[in-house]
């Protein structure tokens, strides 16, 4: 299962990650050998296996919708890099 | 007095009493870490202040206060766990400056019952990795060979429990992360069942297997531990809705009665691939096993074969996930020279994450993306379901199952670095109980001829940790190994 460079290209913009010449190299390798070890899993035959997602048997735990009072906003503000008038501030997107 | 020497309840004891005060007790681990630290790299960050001020104010609060085993006993915590006002890193790049304004729940729980946090310990970047060297703030290594690796992700936490840096330290694991270090530095590590303890307030990697547990020098210790963290948190909505256990009172109560107990023996994990003489100490200790009337019974997991493939399909996937919040926006590392969003968003990832991080995130998003979903992610849940499906027959069958820890002792640091999928295999005991959710307890039960230590792993039922605990804890008592320290430490 090889990983072409373009492949590897559109991952990296799925992600969001700029990837240099040397990484799309290097991941298009060692990705390329990870998934042909995962191909053993093609042994099994799953076709009337349901897919388990999670261990926990339970689904959709809801709460009171009762509110309750947040008392750490300015405490949230200083993790962020750029604040402005209490709010978050990010670049415009183009 | 030899401090290091004793376990949670004797020293416990001697606070109460007020036979030894907890400033020198916190004083003794920091002489240890002056000592040894610079050598080991077992912290990211040491809260020496703090901690003895803590100590020096407990010690003057000791009728007053609440007393249990907790009050007053150092403890260190992986940094992927959130600590207020205490910077939470990762071991990455991306989060080096990062305070959370909150407590992880394990850690609220702790805090409450007056523990005392030495430091926050080293890890493989996001907990990605089986040997510490992902970490951005350089290895932790191991206390046994300075050489060698602790074993990951919670590297940092096994080598501060080994040296005595405190007396337990809450890992989390994954794939592995807690029981594989321990195995590699000679501690117990105890990965309780998914949805004992809270999740809330770890930095997310993998949401499905993810679970907080304690590393420790003894079984004991685990199992006091064990107690304070459990519990329902209606901020982790996979948390069950289950009573909390005194594992410690249980497994005094049991240490004479693990007659009859049925160990099955996963016979797929002594094959080829498995340390010649870590075999040796596993079937000694199956030996020990049946001297203490437990009944020995082979069993077959033959899934099992593709608990490293299932796991490395689900755990990127559910990384590329997780990690999408690190946008350099709300937290964390912020690229400078970006001219518009979109560009501030690759150059952040790309220079906050480490080169594993960015494997794995590339894996996942490969593998959630259009077209492969099915191939990939949905045939992988799917064989999940089939293992899960078979351990619960053979549970049917035996009470625990008994496997090594590791394929091998700690390897040398860069000897598995240039291959990714060598570095997964050492994976391939874990993923029962990973995938699985049930909970599962990493034992000392032999040394190579270099001196190296190996763990012995007790699988037990989901909920069931005082089972696996009370096996540990006679195994313990019938050998010494636990009572071993790396010479470095004299």
Known sequence: ???????????????????????????????????????????LDTNDVKPKIQVTETFNEGREDKIIKFEEISALLKSAPKVENNFIKTHKIK | MEIYKLNIPELSKLIKNKELKISEIVEDCFKRIEKLEPKINAFITILKEQAIEKAKKLDSNIETSKFNFIFGIPCTIKDIISTKNIKTTAGSKILENYIPPFNAEVVEKLLNANAIILGKTNLDEFAHGSSTENSAFGPTRNPWDLERVPGGSSGGSAAACALRFGWYSIGTDTGGSIRHPAGLCGIVGLKPTYGRCSRFGLLAMTSSTDVPGPLTKTVEDAAIVLSQIQGKDIKDSTTAKIKSKDYYTFILKHQNKIKNLKIGIIKEFFQEGLDSKIKEHLENAIKIFEKLGAKIKEVSIKTAKYGIAVYYIITPSEISSNLARYDGIKFGYAEKNASDLSEFYNLTRAK????????????????????????YYKKAQKVRALLIQETEKVFQEVDILLAPTSPSFAFKIGEKTTDPLKMYLEDIYMMIASLGGYPAISIPCGFSNENLPCGMQLIGRRFEEEIILSAGFAFQEATNFHKKFPSIMF
């Open chain 2, 352 to 375: 906050g994450f480490g080169a594993e991080a960015k494997r794995r995130i590339m894996l996942g998003t490969y593998a959630l993306s259009k077209g492969y979903y099915d191939a």
């Open chain 1, 1 to 43: 299962m090889k990983l072409s460079k373009k492949e590897v290209e559109h991952i990296a913009k799925l992600a969001k990650i700029k990837l240099t010449e040397q990484e799309k190299e290097k991941f298009s390798k060692e990705l390329s050998k990870i998934l042909d070890y995962i191909n053993i899993l093609n042994e």
